[in-house]
C-alpha cells in the first residue's frame, strides 16, 4: 500500500541467511542492461579506487575501504540531544578507511558522502551534529587527524546512519569528489554486523 502520488522505486527480497537482492519498479526480465543495485555491489571490505580533495580543492586519488556496519544502540547515544525521528530508531555505525595516494595533503572529511541503503529502499546519510566534535562514540571510533592527512597516510572515519526499527541495512555507498565520480557500492553484512 503506497500513499497517494507515491511511485514505487525499487523491490526487493530479503533472502533468509542471504543477501537482499532488489529490482527496480517495472523491471521485466527483458530488461538485460538493468541488474539491481545489490547485484552490482562489491563484497563488503573490498578497497575501491575513488577521488577525494586536498587543501588545495584539486582532486586527489584514494582507495577507500569499508571496514565495519554494526546496529547499535539507542543508549549509545544518551549524551546526545536526539531528535524524536531519531529516538525510534536503530542507530548503525559504518566506518570506513582511507588512504591518500597523492602527493598533497588530504582533507579529512570523507564520511560526509558515506550513505546506507536499506532491504525498505530508503538511503540514509550520516547524522553531522553527532559525527563532528563533541564527546564522540565510544562504538563509532575516528582516527580523525587534527590536520590535514599527509600523503601515504591512511585515517579511519565513522558515520552514524539511523534506519527505522523494522529496516536493515542492503548496501553502503561512497561519493569522491571527482566530476566523473559515480557512487561506489559495497555489500552490506547480512544482519548489519562486523564485516571483517
Known sequence: MLTKHKEP????????????????????????????????????????????????????????????????????????????????????????????????????????????????GLTVGGAPAIEIGGPGVKQCPHSVPNDFVKPNATVTQCSIHFLPKDDRPATISFLGGGHAQEDIVWKAPTGGREAQ
Not at 537482492?21 to 523491471?27: I, M, Q, R
Not at 542492461?33 to 577521488?51: F, N, Q, T
Not at 531528535?83 to 555505525?93: E, F, G, R, S
Open 9 to 120: 522505486a525499487s523491490v526487493w527480497y530479503d533472502a533468509p541467511g542471504g543477501d537482499p537482492v532488489s529490482w527496480k519498479a517495472g523491471d521485466t526480465k527483458d530488461d538485460k542492461d538493468d541488474a539491481s543495485e545489490a547485484s552490482k555491489a562489491l563484497p563488503m571490505g573490498e578497497p575501491a579506487k575513488a577521488i577525494g580533495t586536498d587543501r588545495s580543492s584539486c582532486s586527489i586519488p584514494i582507495p577507500v575501504t569499508p571496514k565495519s556496519v554494526r546496529a547499535g544502540s539507542l543508549a549509545d547515544l544518551s549524551k546526545f540531544d536526539l531528535t524524536n525521528d531519531q529516538k525510534k530508531a536503530v542507530p548503525h555505525y559504518v566506518t570506513f578507511e582511507y588512504r591518500n595516494d597523492g602527493e598533497n595533503d588530504l582533507y579529512p572529511g570523507m564520511q560526509d558522502t558515506v550513505k546506507l541503503q536499506t532491504t525498505n
